[in-house]
């Protein structure tokens, strides 16, 4: 997705990297231990909520065709996104 929309590759690099060698520390009880996080984005990272908006991008795009959502002051309004909260709305509880 970054390459699609013009990301260079040396920026792409960067945020690979920050990104691959992820890892966790994990407690249960008293035994703490790590485990490596294999998807996802960092949390608490600034640049996660964006990552995510930019992934998802074409998921919500491809929803979009088949909804029609709601109107508010003559705007279509299909969804609502902060993060990774997304909130879909359409006019009836039937749709």
């Known amino acids: 997705m970054l390459k699609e929309i013009g990301v260079k590759y040396k920026d792409r690099r960067v945020k690979w990297n920050l990104y691959k060698e992820q890892k966790a520390e994990i407690k249960v009880e008293d035994k703490m231990g790590e485990a490596r996080i294999r998807k ?4 608490g990272c600034s640049l996660s909520p ?3 908006n930019l ?3 074409k998921v919500i795009e491809k929803m979009n065709e088949r909804r029609s959502g709601v109107s508010i002051h003559g705007q279509k309004v299909r969804t609502i996104r902060f993060a990774d ?3 879909i709305l359409e006019e009836s509880e039937k749709e």
Not at 40 to 43: D, H, I, K, M
Request: net charge negative.
């Open 50 to 52: 964006i990552l995510f």
């Open 85 to 87: 909260d997304i909130a």
């Open 40 to 43: 996802g984005v960092r949390q």
């Open 55 to 57: 992934f998802i991008e």
